[in-house]
């Protein structure tokens, strides 16, 4: 499947981008990014020299992804959300051998304008909703809204809300597929796939 790049856009030379990934009006994406196979990077997206992408990600308009940022396989950016890769950001002060690592798993959906604070880690098939600041590490499919981000809940690999506690041990299976997720010591893992995605 070929690559396409829209005439607007600008892939320095060196970056690696996978079969079917699209790149779309005035994106740039730096010469070290390593973006994998169909992929899919809006208009005004930035990717940063740093930057690895796994296969079937999904980044919305206006989304700029810096250095030290990593996303795996099927992560869903929602348009204008932000990363960041400087803790204590100054103009006169060059801290670019300080960033900080940023990882968000497989899956895991960003709401559109969510700030994403850096040095965090977003579990596999998380959801942080639009607008949210995250500054701390999100478990894998816990929902997190608000400023800062909170746990409000627990969400599927299909993006439903499970009827879960947020701590304790319990079970529940995805209303749309059927999938169960078992909750137990506060974390959530899903144990047995009905269906696939």
């Known amino acids: 499947m070929a690559i396409v790049i829209h005439s607007s856009a600008i892939v320095d030379h060196g970056a690696a981008l996978g079969d079917g990934t699209r790149v779309w009006h005035f994106a740039h994406v730096c010469a070290g990014a390593r973006i994998g196979a169909d992929c899919s990077l ?3 997206v930035y990717v940063g020299n740093g930057v690895v992408i796994g296969d079937g990600a999904k980044v919305q308009n206006n989304v700029s992804i810096y250095d030290a940022v990593t996303l795996e396989d099927d992560v869903f950016c929602g348009p204008s959300m932000v990363f960041t890769n400087v803790y204590n950001p100054r103009a006169a002060i060059r801290r670019k051998d300080e960033y900080r690592r940023t990882l968000v798993r497989r899956g895991a ?4 304008n969510a700030t994403i604070v850096c040095g965090v880690t977003i579990g596999e098939y998380a959801f942080v909703a639009a607008g949210a600041v995250v500054n701390r590490d999100v478990p894998a499919f816990a929902l997190v809204a608000g400023v800062p981000a909170r746990q409000l809940g627990w969400t599927s690999r299909f993006g439903e809300r499970l009827p879960l506690p947020l701590a304790g041990d319990d079970e529940a299976r995805c209303p749309h597929t ?7 010591d506060g974390a959530c893992r899903l ?3 009905a269906a696939s995605l």
């Open 42 to 44: 809006g208009q005004n």
């Open 109 to 112: 959906t960003i709401g559109a």
């Open 178 to 184: 059927g999938d169960l997720y078992v909750l137990r």
């Open 191 to 193: 144990e047995r796939a």
